[in-house]
């Protein structure tokens, strides 16, 4: 170690961490809501990166347009696992970090900063020649015909090759946050949106280039975001920073940052898994329309749940530095907060769906039969997503404390346990038809969400005070 970085870990030692990032001091809440606002809005603007896409695409002149939006759909699962293997890493490495910080070891906080860089990069190649590989029969298995297949490979042949900037531009990103600054990381996500914005126009209307200009689009715009993100994290004015000659793979690292990324993989794989069951099923019994109605609903998801992935990201860093500082009334008063404003949302988005549906459907197709025969999927669909924020709240509280197993465990009861047997299932049963894939996802809210919330307030957080008082520290 170098005199100048053991001076600086000296420093951080006896100051305990205070200034950016010094989530041991001040109010809970405000600290939520300052890593949460920000991210909130970059996550809206990251939207762009892909929901714009489908904007553009689901209003291009002509009869294809739908039939489009439906090819892009297809590709959801696939980018979604994508972003399981880049949450991986991120979900991985950010708590560990942040406890480290907590605990004033900022050596090993450095180390995981850079083992995580150099994970991103590895599994990002890897991903680009597998996907490359397998994308014929994996389109057609996650439910393509022959007339959605060459909107969706025209859009993966391009998307692809920005694996790597999505995981160095949104999985890098964490650790512009968790170090006290959630306001450049939002800069992230706004300068490739931004871009997005501007070049999908000109690509898909102007240059006549369709899916192929989106996909375009979108790979220029993450390739800045992670030129954005690298450029910070290598600055030597950083607490934490990268290193080229200790980027690399750490084995003592490694284990624990792949244990803990589990729960955030596999929250992601089996999105995948779920979107991929849903496709064939509604492909099976309703045809393209109905995959192309789920695409759309899953959009407005991905709109619906940023102020619950907001809030919940926000307060993993100042839960895991108090956790790992011991200050468990500050880690409970992050919990309750968290849960009060999750829960909050979700109802008052749930009452939306209700009154608006027309308005959610319309904002990706203008064609009518499209939009009428999507009314009561989308308002079955979102009956349980009051209940969703109780399986993040559960889900992001696991997380940040390091309890891998039990967020390992709710991550695949809800998705692979309920969600995909009732997909195939409720089909099946009194004739329901596709109206029974759109069923299974408020029954597996409830049933999940519920799960996973009340086993972490009876195992962990009900345990938080006790174990204070245990160490002396009351």
């Known amino acids: 170690m170098s005199e100048k970085l053991k001076e600086k870990v000296t420093n951080e030692k006896k100051r305990g ?12 809440r405000s600290w939520i809501m300052s890593q949460a606002f920000p991210l909130i809005l970059a996550q809206m603007v990251q939207l762009a990166y892909n929901i714009v896409d489908r904007i ?7 009869e294809n347009a739908s039939v489009a939006l439906t090819g892009i759909g297809l590709c959801f699962p696939i980018i979604t696992m994508i972003s399981a293997f880049v949450n991986l890493v991120s979900t991985g490495s950010a708590p560990l970090c942040s406890m480290a910080r907590g605990k004033g070891e900022v050596k090993k906080a450095q180390d995981i900063l850079n ?5 991103q990069i590895i599994i990002s190649i890897s991903l680009i020649i597998l ?5 014929k029969p994996l389109l057609y298995v996650l439910g393509a015909s022959d007339v959605t297949y060459g909107y969706a490979v025209s859009y993966l042949n391009i998307y692809i090759f920005g694996t790597m900037f999505f995981a160095l531009g949104t999985g890098m990103n964490t650790f512009i946050n968790l170090q006290g600054y959630p306001r450049m990381g939002m800069c992230t996500i706004v300068i490739g949106a931004v871009m997005n914005l501007i070049l999908d126009p000109i690509f898909i209307f102007v240059m006549g280039m369709g899916v192929k200009g989106a996909a375009t689009a979108t790979i220029i715009s993450q390739f800045c975001s992670a030129a954005w993100v690298s450029q910070f994290l290598f600055s030597a004015k950083r607490e934490l920073r990268l290193i080229p000659k200790e980027i690399g793979l750490k084995k003592y690292i490694l284990k624990d940052v792949l244990v803990l990324g589990i729960p955030g993989f596999i929250m992601g794989a089996t ?12 492909h099976m019994h309703g045809g393209d329309i109905y995959v192309g109605i789920m695409t759309i609903i899953n959009s407005v998801r991905e709109i619906a749940g940023l102020p619950i992935n907001g809030i919940t990201s926000g307060s993993q860093p100042v839960i895991s530095y108090n956790y790992g500082a011991r200050k468990y009334d500050r880690v409970k ?5 968290t849960a009060f404003v999750a829960i909050s949302y979700t109802a008052l988005f749930w009452v939306t769906t209700l009154t608006f549906p027309h308005m959610l459907l319309q904002i990706f197709t203008d064609e009518a039969r499209v939009v009428n025969t999507g009314l009561m999927p989308i308002r079955v669909y979102f009956m349980g997503f009051l209940f969703m924020s109780l399986q993040f709240c559960g889900q992001s509280s696991f997380v940040a404390m390091g309890k891998a197993k039990q967020a390992i465990f709710f991550s695949i009861f809800r998705k692979i346990i309920i969600v995909v047997p009732l997909t195939i299932l409720l089909p099946m049963v009194h004739d329901l038809g596709v109206m029974g894939v759109f069923l299974a996802e408020p029954i597996s809210n409830f049933v999940g969400g519920n799960a996973s919330f009340w086993t972490m307030y009876f195992t962990v957080y009900k345990k938080l005070g006790k174990e204070r008082k245990n160490d002396g520290t009351a």
């Open 271 to 282: 999105n995948t898994a779920v979107q991929s069951v849903c496709n064939a099923t509604l």
């Open 131 to 135: 996907i490359n590989l397998t994308k």
């Open 333 to 337: 008063q992050g919990i309750r907060f």
């Open 17 to 28: 961490n205070k200034g950016h990032g010094d989530f041991g001091r001040g109010s809970v």
């Open 56 to 62: 553009y695409i689901g209003h291009m002149p002509g």
């Open 115 to 119: 083992n995580a860089y150099a994970l």
